[in-house]
């Protein structure tokens, strides 16, 4: 027993004396630190150690989500390409946008399965795709029954930009498939329990913000709206939403200024695109035009006069697409090829053979055929007072005939040079009451204004967005409001 005792005793001495001499090393090592490092080094360790024992759960449930998230995005494969030291606070380190990252968080991936994402190129095809990811033939088999139903054809007309997105499972089954048409719209197709594929429209729904421009138009109404940063689907829509008050074709001028109130889409923080205009001011040759969107509790929209009338007109100002005014309306002209004085009762717009005429307002086509100087003619009757008149027609559009209704902006034909035409225009008349009228300068009839029992509630919103209208006049900035 003493014997065990002193080995006991010579072994726990061996051990005092082996720790004694590692602590002397330890405190000679640190020795040369500052003592100011010292110190940071052991607040810094005293502060985990409280962060780590006191944290409520809720904090340490987060810390695990961020820590699923990080491994989900690793799982997120680029196409050919590898990443380097990603910095997972920007997603787009990974190659990852903001939209496929809303995507995933929305989507989640089962443990153990994993997700591939491809942009598509120019050239791809599904085919193409499933080659470049070594899908076995199983999948490829699932993929074209999937993309042979009428519902799956959205991912059968793939294209260059366009990103698809594979999901397998812990077996490399493929259990879904979707594909990115827009930033905010996927079409998301998953396996059911019978093995078959459904397929669902998907809407990421952004941070929407209000924006404002103001520019001043010095060549061309495009050229502004570019130094205005606004896109070219924005500037189309501007013309667009004026186009029964101005004709952008002939009346734009150096000097004419326009503002717009309009959506921009936000998704994380980035601008991905814009979205509807909310208001904007045209002065165009010293008039000014103001219009205000307005939606109804049928969410029916259309823009209207501060005053609260349609900007939509019964009638369009131009038919057509032209270059340049060929002849204007004027009852003693000389006709150039009768070489007579013969009244020119429209507006001949000179276009190239077969640019689309469009119908200038509801009404029925009471004539289309051939007439005498006119050629081929489309005559449209708008109910008891308006008549339109389109001549010199290169053809038709498709199933146009006599007795059918027709829609404002409905193509009805194409340019050409038939009758007596010195060469490819449109001939368009305005008739009020059987008595020709000038064409371009005719008083528009308007649609229906307002109904008064919204009138009150856009008189409200139109406040609003006048204001910003100024604002965007004197080139102030606003801070964008989250609607």
């Keep these: 027993m003493n014997n065990n005792r002193d080995i006991a005793t010579g072994v726990s001495a061996r051990l005092a004396n082996k720790l004694f001499k590692q602590t002397r090393a330890f405190a000679h090592a640190i020795s040369d630190f500052p003592i100011k490092h010292l110190y940071l080094i052991g607040v810094c360790c005293s502060a985990l150690f409280i962060l780590f024992a006191l944290a409520p759960p809720e904090q340490a449930e987060a810390k695990r989500n961020n820590l699923n998230l990080i491994d989900k995005l690793t799982q997120v494969e680029a196409d050919s390409s590898t990443i380097e030291a990603p910095n997972f606070n920007d997603p787009s380190a990974l190659g990852i946008s903001p939209e496929a990252e809303i995507y995933d968080l929305e989507n ?33 088999q699932i993929i074209e029954q999937l993309t042979s139903a009428p519902q799956g054809a959205v991912f059968s007309l793939i294209h260059p930009g366009e990103t698809l997105t ?18 905010l719209i996927y079409y998301i197709a998953s396996r059911t329990t019978d093995n078959r594929f459904k397929i669902e429209e998907h809407h990421i729904k952004p941070d929407v913000h209000t924006s404002i421009a103001h520019a001043t138009i010095q060549s061309s109404l495009f050229k502004a709206g570019q130094q205005a940063d606004l896109s070219e689907t924005l500037v189309m829509e501007l013309a667009k939403i004026f186009r029964w008050d101005i004709d952008f074709a002939q009346d734009i001028h150096e ?78 002209r000389e006709h150039p090829i009768l070489h007579s004085i013969r009244a020119h009762k429209g507006v001949d717009y000179a276009a190239p053979r077969g640019t689309p005429v469009k119908a200038a307002g509801d009404g029925e086509i009471v004539f289309a055929g051939t007439k005498s100087g006119y050629g081929n003619v489309i005559m449209i009757q708008h109910g ?79 406040q609003f967005l006048i204001h910003q209208l100024a604002l965007a006049k004197t080139n102030q900035t606003i801070v964008a409001s989250s609607q």
């Design 166 to 183: 594979f999901d397998f499972d812990a077996h490399d089954t493929l259990q879904g498939l979707s594909l990115r048409a827009t930033p």
């Design 384 to 462: 008891a007072q308006y008549r339109t008149v389109y001549a010199h027609l290169n053809g038709y559009a498709k199933n146009i005939k006599a007795n059918m209704p027709i829609h404002q902006g409905q193509i009805i034909g194409y340019v050409g040079s038939t009758g007596l035409a010195t060469g490819p225009h449109l001939h368009y008349e305005f008739q009020v009451n059987g008595i020709h009228q000038n064409p371009l300068t005719v008083k528009l009839p308007n649609s229906p204004s307002l109904s008064p029992k919204y009138l009150a509630a856009f008189k409200t919103q139109s």
């Design 255 to 332: 000097g004419d200024q326009f503002s717009v109130v309009y959506e921009t889409h936000y998704l994380r923080g980035k601008a991905i695109g814009s979205g509807k205009i909310l208001a904007a001011e045209f002065i165009n040759d010293g008039r000014t035009f103001s219009a205000i969107r307005f939606e109804d509790a049928n969410g029916e929209a259309d823009y209207y006069s501060v005053d609260g009338e349609p900007m939509h007109k019964a009638f369009l100002r131009t038919p057509v697409e032209f270059t340049h005014i060929s002849s204007y309306f004027d009852p003693h």
């Design 108 to 140: 989640p991936l089962p443990k153990s399965w994993r997700r591939i994402r491809v942009e598509i190129r120019a050239g791809d095809t599904l085919g193409k795709v499933f080659e470049r990811l070594s899908i076995n033939a199983a999948n490829t």
